[in-house]
T-cell receptor, first 113, second 112 residues
Framework: QKEVEQNSGPLSVPEGAIASLNCTYS??????FFWYRQYSGKSPELIMS????GDKEDGRFTAQLNKASQYVSLLIRDSQPSDSATYLC?????????????FGTGTRLQVTL | ETGVTQSPTHLIKTRGQQVTLRCSSQ?????VSWYQQALGQGPQFIFQ???????GRGNFPPRFSGLQFPNYSSELNVNALELDDSALYLC???????????FGPGTRLLVL
């Protein structure tokens, strides 16, 4: 059973601080990794995708991938109250021709004023 | 907005009943995946459809079934509903060879 693990939180950070969200995965052959943001009662919204080791930046968001350690993280700089949500880490698994995402349980982020 | 639509938004059923959920994929996307998200959990893969055929399936019993139509829209059918089927059902569309899946707004199902 391939697994994706996240700390459920809540992770509480003050406005303007850096939020660091972490995720580990069990399948060594995984090649594609995603971060989705989910507001309460809403569906997941894609924030970042990352495929290669290292950092990928998009605005205030930076995804970091370390395949040797089977670890992927998301940094949110200058955190805003509107960033308060659950952040889901997802790993893409190819099973034959199918392409499925395996999700962690999500980390709840609270940005305080 | 991803361009993926789902209907209905909310649904209440009783145990033992059957339900059909619908999804229209984003323009140009030929692959639809369905996920179940229980409260406090991450989404779990139910199955994927490509060119009107089931392309892969997660650990869900046969009472979960689906269809994909020539316009790439899709249905999820659940027979003999159980209380544990209460969840948010998410549809995601993608191009088969493209990495990214884009989610619709979901259908929240409550089984009493």
């Amino acid at each position: 059973q391939k697994e994706v693990e996240q700390n459920s939180g809540p992770l509480s950070v003050p406005e303007g601080a850096i939020a660091s969200l972490n995720c580990t995965y069990s399948d060594r052959v995984s090649q594609s990794f995603f971060w989705y943001r989910q507001y309460s009662g809403k569906s997941p919204e894609l924030i970042m995708s990352i495929y290669s080791n290292g950092d990928k930046e998009d605005g205030r968001f930076t995804a970091q991938l370390n395949k040797a350690s089977q670890y992927v993280s998301l940094l949110i700089r200058d955190s805003q109250p509107s960033d308060s949500a659950t952040y889901l880490c997802a790993v893409k698994e190819n099973t034959g021709t199918a392409s499925k995402l395996t999700f962690g349980t999500g980390t709840r982020l609270q940005v305080t004023l | 907005e991803t361009g993926v639509t789902q209907s209905p938004t909310h649904l209440i059923k009783t145990r033992g009943q059957q339900v059909t959920l619908r999804c229209s994929s984003q323009s140009g996307h030929n692959t639809v995946s369905w996920y179940q998200q229980a409260l406090g959990q991450g989404p779990q893969f139910i199955f994927q459809y490509y060119r009107e055929e089931e392309n892969g399936r997660g650990n869900f019993p046969p009472r979960f079934s689906g269809l994909q139509f020539p316009n790439y829209s899709s249905e999820l059918n659940v027979n003999a509903l159980e209380l544990d089927d209460s969840a948010l059902y998410l549809c995601a569309s993608s191009l088969l060879l493209q990495e990214t899946q884009y989610f619709g707004p979901g259908t929240r199902l409550l089984v009493l």
